[in-house]
């Protein structure tokens, strides 16, 4: 039997848990999230939901990855049998998302060598749409491939591969262990420079004044549970994944906790550079904070490059802000990808040198569409989808399912006896009611809001067969591997003595 591979050290393994869960959404979905839901007010449902969901289901996914020691089809498997395929609907989400988000980061590293002449001009938003993207008019118009786009996509595919080609100490560890430390270094530049900026007060006034109206609002606690669900990685795949390469004495409570509070202090790092940026914008154009301010792509490719180039020494910080949308993108990419890949090494058996390459030469395939001129369309549509609707509900089957149908108690009971501190019984109620009814309520509004209207004003035909026909696909594939003919390894038994190097 191969023994299943192990981290080389414990800041290896959080360092790449972080990684995961830092990405793009940290830089441009965060600081808009608080701005738009109450300012410093937002925080107190944040931080509650950090503390009720996003940390219970962490730990539980570092306790199941690392007691049944296997990927997420795996864990599940020998958790209960009939259960696999909720593991492969969590890898084939990873899939899915890995296709389209490497595009993004292609975008990025081409705006980083931009950054260098400040090639958006004048007009980023002309630059990014008309000229960069060169966007068709519908989903449908798919155009040629957009060459820029293509060769970043291609390269970061070769990087990936490479990464996950190389193992989990040689390649995942050693790459987190780089980019990590240094997209710290770099925010922290961004920050010491944009907090001095003249105006950059006012941007933070916008993003922490409170209002605490906002906190009687049910949507916005609404949002703040979705924050901290998106933007830690948890519920599909990863975080299961990665803690079943931990050795057997491994501090599971400490491990998640430490992990989601980093993440969740670089979105305020993140949300503070950004906001003084946006608010040095808004003073030098004599408008206010609130009409500068924007969300996602907009706020990245086109109302931050309008500010960088307002800002002393624009190069320099141009070249800066899109390197670490890269850092950031390229760890969460990685660890997307082992979500997916380690799923197909356990189930069949399969060399992992080859199921990465098979999996790099499909994704740079399909990633293809994304490239052409309806790319963002088709993006933002299978995005909206699988998040909205493909995680969420996973999610909420994973936390029921195991919460109530499985021995909770037993898992509480693993992660007490090789942790430093002991999770005590509200970890069960967070994830036996909480959680499920917060997951729930998302799912079910998701859900009739889609009814109601079509996402994003898209033609039904789109909407059908990026959205709706994705998912359907995932679930349908889901179940046909969990019928397949399959290898699976026995279970490794643990030694609670074993520990780091």
């Not at 490497?102 to 060598?113: E, G, K, M, P, Q």
Request: one cysteine or more.
């Amino acid at each position: 039997m191969t023994k299943r591979e192990e981290w080389a050290t414990r800041i290896g393994f959080v360092l790449s848990a972080i990684g995961s869960a830092i990405g793009l959404g940290n830089i441009w979905r965060f600081p808009y999230m608080v701005y738009s839901n109450g300012g410093g007010a937002f925080l107190v449902p944040y931080f509650f939901a950090l503390l009720t969901a996003g940390i219970p289901i962490m730990i539980l996914e570092f306790a199941i990855g690392h007691k049944y020691r296997g990927s997420a089809p795996l864990t599940f498997f020998r958790i209960c049998k009939k259960w696999e395929w909720l593991g492969w609907w969590q890898s084939l989400v990873c899939f899915v998302i890995a296709v389209y988000y490497i595009v993004v980061i292609s975008w990025a590293l081409n705006y980083t060598i931009f950054s260098f002449g400040l090639k958006w001009g004048d007009n980023p938003n002309d630059f990014f749409m008309k000229q960069f993207l060169n966007i068709s008019k519908s989903p449908w118009e798919f155009g040629g491939l957009q060459l820029n786009i293509l060769l970043g996509t291609l390269v970061l595919w070769f990087f990936v591969w490479l990464v996950l080609f190389s193992g989990v100490r040689k390649g995942i560890e050693i790459a987190n262990k780089l980019f990590m430390p240094l997209l710290f270094v770099m925010i922290l530049i961004m920050l010491g420079r944009s907090v001095v900026l003249e105006g950059a007060s006012s941007g933070l006034n916008w993003l922490f004044k409170p209002n605490f109206k906002a906190i009687t609002n049910y949507k916005v606690w609404a949002a703040a549970y979705g924050q901290i669900f998106f933007s830690l990685s948890i519920c599909f795949a990863i975080m299961i994944t990665y803690a079943s390469y931990l050795p057997a004495k491994s501090d599971l409570a400490n491990n998640g906790t430490i992990t989601s509070f980093i993440n969740c202090g670089f979105s305020m790092l993140a949300g503070i550079v950004i906001f003084s940026i946006l608010g040095y914008m808004a003073n030098q154009q004599g408008v206010s904070v609130k009409e500068v301010a924007s969300s996602g792509v907009g706020l990245a490719f086109i109302t931050l490059p309008k500010a960088i180039n307002l800002l002393p020494f624009p190069k320099f910080f141009g070249f800066l802000f899109f390197l670490s949308l890269v850092f950031a993108g390229f760890t969460s990419m990685i660890s997307i990808s082992e979500g997916c890949c380690s799923a197909f090494i356990d189930k069949f058996g399969w060399d992992r040198r080859r199921v990465v390459t098979i999996f790099s030469l499909i994704g740079a395939l399909v990633s293809l569409i994304f490239v052409t001129r309806s790319g963002l369309y088709i993006l933002d549509i299978v995005d909206h989808f699988v998040n909205n609707f493909g995680i969420i509900f996973v999610g909420l089957l994973e936390v029921i399912l195991i919460s109530w149908f499985f021995d909770l108690e037993s898992i509480r009971a693993h992660v007490n006896e090789v942790s430093d501190f002991r999770i005590g019984r509200w970890w069960n109620v967070c994830l036996k009611v909480i959680t499920p009814v917060v997951l729930g309520y998302m799912g079910v509004a998701n859900f009739i809001g889609e009814l109601k209207k079509y996402y994003g004003g898209y033609d039904f035909k789109s909407v059908f067969i990026f959205g709706w026909f994705v998912l359907v696909l995932i679930i349908v594939i889901s179940f046909l591997l969990q019928h397949s003919k399959s290898r699976w390894p026995k279970l490794q038994l643990l030694n609670p003595q074993t520990r780091y190097k």
